[in-house]
């Protein structure tokens, strides 16, 4: 076999891993979205803490790709440009998920309850949250085929970004308005940053997929 040969079913194999990583990594995502509508819906209650732990394990796992991967990378021939761009690329995307589950913990452990006159802006929040997620899981399974307007994709992230980046700034001026507890007001404002934070990661991503699109038109 030639080193053609060689390195072109070698990058098949890890865009193989790719896509059993993102698959992992959509999982974990969902299932972040469904603790935090049960979240909504009933409080802090069993079938919360069972989904924070589901999504804990989920994020574990994609852990286990995710290393599995680097270790593909670091021990076979693949042009080291080529793998700088997908070792950048996988640890940007893992910071989401870990966020996700950081907030599931946050809540869960806190034992925080949301009072009725910030709950709208949450929901808004995890709306704009999982379109902005959508969009980063459409971008990121395009890194190998490029067939996609990646800066289109990035533009959708990032306005995303700033719609929620718009949520946060209306929720925290409301709520240090409002008369609720000085503590539960601290305990609101750092769920609601945390939340944004998701969003802020993603852009992240989106930001590293431009540039590596951009590099292989070059």
């Not at 079938?47 to 599995?68: G, M, N, P, V």
Request: with cysteine.
């Amino acid at each position: 076999m030639g080193l053609k040969d060689f390195l072109y079913r070698h990058q098949r194999h890890i865009e193989g891993l790719y896509d059993e990583y993102l698959l992992e990594w959509k999982t974990c995502v969902q299932s972040f979205q469904e603790a935090m509508q049960v979240y909504f819906a009933e409080g802090n209650n069993d079938e919360f803490a069972y989904l924070c732990e589901k999504t804990h394990k989920i994020e574990s796992k994609a852990d286990d790709y995710r290393r599995h991967i680097e270790f593909q990378l670091y021990s076979k021939a693949l042009l080291p440009e080529s793998r700088g761009d997908i070792l950048g690329l996988l640890e940007t995307i893992d910071k989401i998920i870990n966020k996700c589950e950081s907030v599931l913990y946050q809540i869960h452990l806190e034992n925080l309850e949301i009072p009725e006159s910030m709950a709208g802006y949450f929901r808004r929040i995890l709306n704009v949250t999982n379109e902005c997620l959508e969009a980063v899981h459409h971008a990121a399974s395009d890194y190998f085929s490029n067939k996609e307007n990646m800066i289109e994709l990035a533009r959708k992230i990032d306005g995303k970004e700033s719609e929620c980046d718009h949520i946060e700034r209306e929720a925290i001026k409301n709520l240090f308005a409002s008369d609720l507890p000085w503590h539960l007001k601290f305990q609101l404002e750092n769920l609601v940053i945390e939340m944004g934070n998701i969003t802020d990661r993603a852009e992240a991503v989106a930001d590293r997929l431009v540039i590596t699109s951009v590099k292989r038109k070059v």
